[in-house]
């Protein structure tokens, strides 16, 4: 079952380059581009995990800058939704203008409806998402840890999460993210 959320959800998956025009439409319009990432699409679920800060102030001819964040996201979690988010800040807050899918995972097993009989036969429905079967960092084939957590200051640089497949690799001069590191001994100064 493909998700419909957001903008041209019902439309073809959009290309690269489609979706560099979108960002470069959104810059021309002074809008804050950001990437966000789930593993848990459920049409409720509206608080995404952000990739990292938001890019304020880029210009039109820059669009290239907010790509790359868009596949560095998708390098880090193949297997997550990943969107694109363009804020409007001209009303003195920020307003979402355009929200859209631009990566999702190979297989989207979809939802299923539930039934719940309750007083005076009334009968209430729910959707839950098949993936939520599986626990989080673990849905849609994922590997992942599942400690989710992820550093806050991770949004700063965009550093994976814990459940990114890329989470443990090392880039050569520093040791991986959250890789355990056996504590020095503190021998301070002085007698305690």
């Known amino acids: 079952?493909?998700?419909?959320?957001?903008?041209?959800?019902f439309l073809p998956d959009l290309t690269d380059e489609e979706i560099e025009k979108q960002i470069a439409y959104g810059l021309e319009h002074n809008y804050a581009i950001m990437v966000e990432y789930t593993d848990?699409?459920?049409?409720?679920?509206?608080?995404?995990?952000?990739?990292?800060?938001?890019?304020?102030?880029?210009?039109?001819?820059?669009?290239?800058?907010?790509m790359e964040a868009v596949h560095e996201c998708r390098k880090a979690y193949p297997n997550?939704?990943?969107r694109l988010v363009e804020y409007d800040p001209s009303l003195g807050r920020q307003s979402a203008r355009l929200s859209f899918i631009v990566h999702r995972p190979e297989e989207e097993p979809g939802f299923a409806l539930e039934r719940q009989e309750?007083?005076?036969?009334?009968?209430?429905?729910?959707?839950?998402?098949?993936?939520?079967?599986?626990a989080v960092g673990r849905r849609y084939g994922n590997p992942?840890?599942?400690?989710?957590?992820?550093?806050?200051?991770?949004?700063?640089?965009?550093?994976?999460?814990?459940?990114?497949?890329?989470a443990g690799q090392e880039d050569g001069d520093s040791p991986a993210p959250y890789q355990d590191v056996a504590p020095q001994k503190d021998e301070g100064i002085g007698e305690s």
């Open 1 to 9: 079952m493909r998700i419909t959320q957001g903008t041209f959800s």
């Open 40 to 66: 848990d699409p459920h049409p409720r679920n509206s608080y995404w995990d952000m990739w990292k800060q938001p890019d304020f102030d880029l210009e039109p001819n820059e669009a290239n800058v907010a």
């Open 80 to 82: 997550h939704y990943i």
């Open 118 to 134: 309750t007083h005076d036969r009334s009968i209430r429905y729910t959707i839950k998402s098949y993936a939520a079967q599986e």
């Open 144 to 166: 992942g840890n599942l400690a989710t957590s992820r550093d806050p200051a991770g949004v700063q640089d965009a550093t994976p999460g814990r459940d990114s497949p890329i």
